[in-house]
């Protein structure tokens, strides 16, 4: 799947394993992923067999989710897709705005592998015939596709100095990894949906801090809507990253959206990420989440993304400033009504809080 800041890939374990628990004492049917992002968990609890709602703000979010989470393998399956992505790969490639920003003006992808991205994407709608989860499918292959010969160190606030060995390589598209069943992608914003949904479980991941995921995937936002935005910096990045912020990155607004948010949530569980990088501490967390009930805090060590692991450059490749930290310490909150579920997850070792 696609490189992601914040992906949960390595702690879906963790993560899973907390809610298959919780699935043991109190059965749930069905979860909401309020900030479903790369789409990763929302895919995870619907493999688990939950009926999930994945909601985003970001229209390239909507596409993972529509693809990981809504779409139906057995409506949608190999057979059918194998053969559009074949014909997709042998379109001749195209130089228009997308290689001439993404690939020469700036160099997130080599041209080569450019050129062919923007052939596949001009024929991606005629492709789907107004299908609009087809639509989703053949965007997240392509996403995928050129995730995989980007250089970038896996955010695209910038790139690399040097093209990355990987983006020599050939843009391939595959089969996305659907599950058979049903689910639902929503866009919207969180706070402005969250009192309209219900579900046994809700999953939120916030942003933690500053940083904008428009800002740091905009080259998706844009492959997905493919509407030659007016772009800044070197980075050519969309404009609307300068004006569209979440009062999540704000460190003077965040404590009121958390606690709007929590407030208007209807569930019987609450699973929440966090980390130490994030405007809140673990207290300031427990506090806002002890009107739930009973609450249990969970922490593990985890490696920071590769580009905070190398290091700070300038536009000459020269190293500049020192890395602080290369690991953070992930946080998984547990909020819930259920008396037993405090009771088991304590029993194994996991600190209880005020309820």
């Known amino acids: 799947m696609v490189k992601y800041i914040g992906s949960k890939r390595a702690l879906l374990p963790w993560i899973t394993g907390v809610v298959e628990q919780i ?15 790369s789409a990763r968990v929302g895919h995870a609890l619907k493999k688990l ?32 897709i194998q053969p559009m992505l074949e014909r997709l790969l042998r379109l001749r490639g195209k130089t228009g705005w997308f290689t001439r920003t993404y690939c020469q003006e700036s160099r997130f992808i080599q041209p080569h592998n450019g050129t062919r ?5 001009a024929r991606i709608e005629p492709e789907a015939a107004g299908d609009e989860i087809l639509r989703a499918i053949l965007l997240f292959s392509l996403i995928i596709a050129a995730d995989k010969v980007d250089s970038t160190t896996g955010i695209q606030m910038a790139y ?20 058979p069943g049903q689910g ?9 949906v969250a009192s309209g949904l219900q ?13 904008s995921y428009l800002g740091n995937y905009h080259l998706w936002e844009t492959l997905v809507r493919w509407d030659n935005p007016q772009t800044y910096g070197v980075a050519r990045k969309r404009t609307e990253v300068q004006s569209r912020k979440s009062p999540f990155n704000s460190r003077r607004e965040a404590r009121g959206a958390m606690e709007k948010l929590l407030g208007s949530l209807q569930a019987k569980h609450l699973v929440m990420s966090f980390n130490n990088e994030g405007f809140f501490s673990t207290k300031e967390i427990e506090s806002m989440l002890k009107e ?18 190398i290091g700070i450059y300038n536009p000459q490749g020269q190293k500049v400033g020192r890395v602080s930290h290369t690991e ?28």
């Open 23 to 37: 699935n043991a004492i109190n059965p749930l049917r069905d979860a909401v992923d309020l900030f479903s992002g």
């Open 49 to 80: 067999g939950l009926f999930v709602t994945s909601n985003d703000l970001h229209t390239y979010a909507l596409v993972l989710a529509q693809t990981l989470v809504q779409a139906d393998r057995v409506q949608y399956p190999p057979e059918r």
């Open 117 to 121: 991205i923007e052939a596949i994407r």
């Open 160 to 179: 690399l100095k040097r093209w990355a060995p990987r983006s020599y390589g050939e843009l391939r598209l595959e089969y996305p990894p659907l599950l």
């Open 184 to 192: 639902t992608a929503l866009q919207a914003d969180a706070l402005e």
């Open 199 to 211: 579900a046994d479980l809700f999953y939120l991941d916030p942003p933690y801090n500053q940083h």
């Open 292 to 309: 739930w009930g009973y609450v249990v805090r969970m922490s593990q060590t985890h490696r920071r993304y590769v580009g905070a692991r």
């Open 328 to 355: 953070n310490q992930e946080y998984l909150f547990v909020a819930t009504h259920c008396k037993k579920v405090y009771q088991v997850l304590r029993s194994r070792g996991m600190r209880r809080l005020a309820s």
